[in-house]
């Protein structure tokens, strides 16, 4: 199991990985361990300490959100008459927020010291999610009730804030907010999501699309301003970086990939996600420099893994990364072998 996995195994497995001359730098992979066939599974991001957050099944006590740090699986919990929960975001001081199903619906939360609590709807609603948190404790998500769904902003003195939608949407979501406070996520109608920047001074800004496309999200942003995400339909998405003040750009995919999703971006411009086919998906890792890379490429192929998915980097360019064994990745009947997780840490 996961849990157990986590909790027991310091004897983690440590390979000090030689990658390819394009690397600047070698990775050490840390196997954190693996899921369970079967187990639901999230796994979300990473903060500067290298902390990791998601929600597995594998706790035997319902579907719960994690905290991974060091030698130690924190189990969120849930709220109080809770047997769901999940955690989406963390920041660099280890708080933690997410959503969990209550008596009343989903309620969004914050775990700080070992304790979670709410953090409320908008007035009227009945349900609210969160997926994002900065360093000076400000939080975006959502608020749902008769009104629709609308993207908020918890202050870091507890108040609420609607963030509305942008003119032709009827519903929005906030999704990540930097420490300078500008948050990023999507808004629009049935069949057509747009991404959105906020800011406080401009208020709600469709971040547009690449040329062709109707539709785009943006998943992420750092402290400089960059927003990252996808443009096109859900089936088959490019990923995409929106530089500050500049014009959306493209990422790419691997080599006769068709698609591609951006998941998350350092303050250094580095992001990492998945490119993919029909018949499968891998993590890639994308510079300004070097372009789009095959993270399955940089580690050994004697470790047996082939990397699937990379969900967050930190500033220290620590991945986050969702592999399978036994080079089974590349089907969609893969459901049946185990899902290992692993942090992949430059070394100095």
Same mark, same amino acid.
């Given at each position: 199991m996961f849990a157990r996995t986590l909790a027991i195994r310091l004897s983690i497995l440590l390979f000090l990985v030689s990658v390819a001359?394009?690397?600047?730098?070698?990775?050490?992979?840390?196997d954190l361990g693996t899921l369970d066939t079967g187990a639901t599974r999230v796994i979300r991001g990473i903060n500067a300490a290298g902390y990791v957050i998601g929600a597995s099944t594998t706790f035997g006590t319902?579907?719960?959100?994690?905290?991974?740090?060091?030698?130690?699986?924190?189990?969120?919990?849930?709220?109080?008459?809770?047997?769901?929960?999940?955690?989406?975001?963390? $920041?660099?001081?280890?708080?933690?927020?997410?959503?969990?199903?209550?008596?009343?619906?989903?309620?969004?939360?914050?775990?700080?010291?070992?304790?979670?609590?709410?953090?409320?709807?908008l007035a009227g609603d009945s349900g609210s999610e969160a997926f994002g948190i900065n360093r000076q404790g400000e939080i975006v998500g959502s608020s749902s009730g008769p009104k629709g769904i609308r993207a908020v902003l918890w202050k870091s003195d507890g108040s609420i804030q609607s963030l509305g939608v942008l003119r032709s949407g009827d519903h929005a979501q906030a999704l990540a907010v930097n420490d300078p406070g500008q948050v990023v996520g999507t808004s629009g109608q049935s069949g057509r999501q747009r991404a959105f920047l906020w800011t406080a001074a401009g208020g709600l800004r469709d971040l547009g699309a690449l040329p062709g496309?109707? #539709? /785009? #999200?943006?998943?992420?942003? $750092? $402290?400089?301003?960059q927003a990252i995400g996808s443009s096109g339909p859900v089936t088959r998405p490019r990923a995409v970086v929106w530089p500050l003040g500049g014009a959306i750009q493209a990422l790419g995919t691997l080599p006769a990939h068709d698609y591609s999703r951006a998941r998350a971006i350092n303050n250094r411009g580095e992001v990492v996600g998945h490119s993919g086919t #029909?018949?499968?998906?891998?993590?890639?890792?994308?510079?300004?420099?070097?372009?789009?890379?095959?993270?399955?490429?940089?580690?050994?192929? /004697?470790?047996?893994?082939?990397?699937v998915d990379a969900t967050g980097i930190n500033d220290a360019g620590t991945l986050i990364a969702i592999g399978r064994d036994g080079g089974h990745a590349d089907g969609h009947g893969?459901? #049946?072998?185990?899902?290992?997780?692993?942090?992949?840490?430059?070394t100095p």
């Open positions: 001359p394009a690397a600047a730098q070698p990775f050490t992979v840390v319902g579907h719960h959100g994690f905290l991974w740090r060091s030698d130690a699986l924190v189990n969120l919990g849930a709220l109080a008459r809770s047997d769901w929960s999940i955690a989406r975001g963390i $920041n660099e001081l280890g708080t933690v927020v997410g959503s969990a199903n209550t008596g009343s619906g989903v309620r969004a939360f914050i775990w700080s010291g070992g304790s979670a609590r709410e953090l409320g709807t496309d109707v #539709e /785009s #999200e943006a998943l992420g942003i $750092n $402290n400089v301003g #029909e018949a499968g998906t891998r993590a890639f890792i994308w510079t300004a420099s070097d372009g789009m890379r095959d993270l399955t490429a940089l580690i050994p192929a /004697s470790l047996g893994v082939v990397l893969d459901h #049946e072998f185990p899902v290992r997780v692993l942090l992949l840490q430059r």
